[in-house]
């Protein structure tokens, strides 16, 4: 569907969101059906759950919940890399419809305890991914580790070799390096084949480490870098280059673990994506690529055709962000206690709002 674009509306097809954190319990209820407000039918849900999904099962139960919730919603199923999922395995996600499997290395990030310290372990279970047309999304750092002088700020640049070697051994594989935040990692993707993609998110789009260091709610994994890393990320998305599309890596938290000794990683986009979009690529001066970040591109990479039916329009009209959001359950709670979650751009506006869907 092309755009249809005034001076003060533009009307697109439900976006799809790549990288997305929807939770349990009350989170996941509070989080999930504001996938749609946000702007999007289509996400793909991430699989760090306490305990992770490693089996089959475990992702369609998951999914069959969150349907639940978001009836309207296409919510592509994803595994968690572990020891325990082997080749056979991988045969059996394939054939019930789960989509790609989660690589998360060990400590990097939220409930990552379980995840890889080896990657040459998993090559059969790569090779049956190949096999089986499945999807790698690569959370996209070394662990810190100050013997090998990797902290926070190196990580993802560090953990670009992996990307090539495993690129190189299965080059059908398709491979997405997920959320990347710098310089480095958007000229990668770009030098390797059609089969490697890149997510980038909202929020890495307008901070910098400046606007995270000493503000938890903006704190996520992996960190925004410097200012000419994210001049990189706008650049790539104002080129409108096919294999770099939206995933939000949303990722709430109550504020009570934001804000206390050691905030949690995440930042909190869900219920104001599109919008949030919208008036990024209107101030970069690219409305015209909106649609192919948004929609087109992932799409066309993850093999899924036309997006849903229908549109969403948006009107260059104000937003209010508000200050939180309170989780399912605790309503009668203050906004201000730890019973809520603190959306990124929290108290301000933001310059375009969805006024129609249909």
């Known amino acids: 569907m092309a755009a249809a674009n005034t001076e003060s509306t533009i009307t697109l097809p439900w976006a799809s969101d790549f990288h997305c954190h929807l939770r349990q319990g009350d989170m996941m209820n509070t989080i999930t059906p504001m996938v749609e407000q946000g702007g999007v039918r289509t996400v793909l849900a991430m699989p760090n759950l306490t305990p992770p999904l490693t089996t089959t099962e475990m992702a369609i139960d998951y999914g069959k919940s969150l349907q639940k919730l978001a009836p309207n919603v296409h919510f592509i199923l994803t595994l968690y890399l572990n020891p325990k999922l082997t080749p056979e395995e991988i045969r059996k996600a394939a054939k019930a419809g789960i989509t790609a499997v989660k690589v998360y290395p060990s400590g990097v990030t939220t409930n990552s305890d379980w995840g890889v310290l080896d990657f040459k372990i998993y090559y059969p279970t790569f090779q049956a991914m190949q096999e089986n047309n499945m999807v790698l999304c690569l959370h996209g750092e070394c662990p810190s580790d100050a013997s090998k002088d990797i902290c926070i700020l190196n990580a993802e640049e560090r953990f670009l070799a992996t990307l090539r070697e495993l690129h190189q051994e299965f ?51 992996p960190v ?87 549109s969403i329009t948006l009107t260059r009209s104000p937003t209010y962000v508000p200050e939180a959001y309170a989780i399912s359950g605790s309503e009668q709670a203050s906004l201000n206690d730890n019973m809520s979650v603190v959306p990124f751009m929290a108290g301000t506006e933001i310059a375009w709002t969805i006024t129609k869907t249909v």
């Open 171 to 221: 080059p059908k594989l398709r491979i997405v390096l997920e959320h990347a935040t710098t310089k480095a990692a958007v000229e990668c993707v770009k030098s390797l084949g059609d089969t490697v993609a890149c997510t980038i998110t909202a929020h890495h789009l307008f901070i910098t480490i400046d606007d995270w260091a000493g503000h938890p709610h903006h704190f996520c994994k």
């Open 224 to 310: 925004a870098k410097f200012p000419h890393d994210r001049d990189a990320l706008r650049e790539v998305v104002k080129s409108g280059h096919p294999r770099f599309f939206l995933g939000s890596d949303s990722a709430p938290h109550p504020r009570s673990a934001k804000q206390g000794e050691k905030p949690a990683a995440g930042v909190f986009t869900t219920p104001i994506l599109i919008p949030l979009m919208a008036t990024l690529f209107e101030t970069l001066g690219c409305m015209d690529k909106l649609e192919g970040f948004i929609s087109t591109n992932g799409r066309n990479f993850y093999g899924l055709g036309q997006p849903p039916a229908g």
